[in-house]
């Protein structure tokens, strides 16, 4: 069992930036792929930022791809989210997530293949 506590949500003005950080327990953390998503009102939730568990495969959704870094530090059991150059369009809730991996290098971007979820956490941008 994983659980997820993100933080590091709040507003902010077009482009500033913001870290979020998706704290887990468990003991095979490391063993657990990481993604990042979100959700607009009205909107379905979308993929934002994956990492594999060894933390050297990423992959970004066009829309953040050079504007946020995922990142994460199995010591502190902690994957993080850089977002730099905010828009007003990455307004939304976001969640982390977490999936029991089948290899060191394999990122997942579907959130149906996700197994754990954190609460959430809003992020606000004005214009």
């Known amino acids: 069992q994983v659980q997820l506590v993100e933080s590091g949500g709040g507003s902010v003005q077009a482009g500033g930036s913001l870290r979020l950080s998706c704290a887990a327990s468990?003991?095979?953390?490391?063993?657990?792929?990481m993604g990042w998503f979100r959700q607009a009102p009205g909107k379905e939730r979308e993929f934002v930022a994956a990492?594999?568990?060894?933390?050297?495969?990423?992959s970004y959704a066009d829309s953040v791809k050079g504007r946020f870094t995922i990142s994460r530090d199995n010591a502190k059991i902690t994957v993080y989210l850089q977002m730099n150059s905010l828009k007003p369009e990455d307004t939304a809730v976001y969640y982390c997530?977490?999936?029991?991996?089948?290899?060191?290098?394999?990122?997942?971007?579907?959130?149906?293949?996700?197994?754990?979820w954190g609460q959430g956490t809003q992020i606000t941008v004005s214009s």
């Open positions: 468990g003991r095979t953390f490391s063993r657990y792929a």
């Open positions: 997530a977490a999936v029991r991996s089948y290899g060191p290098v394999i990122v997942v971007v579907t959130p149906n293949s996700y197994d754990y």
């Open positions: 990492i594999s568990w060894r933390g050297t495969s990423t």
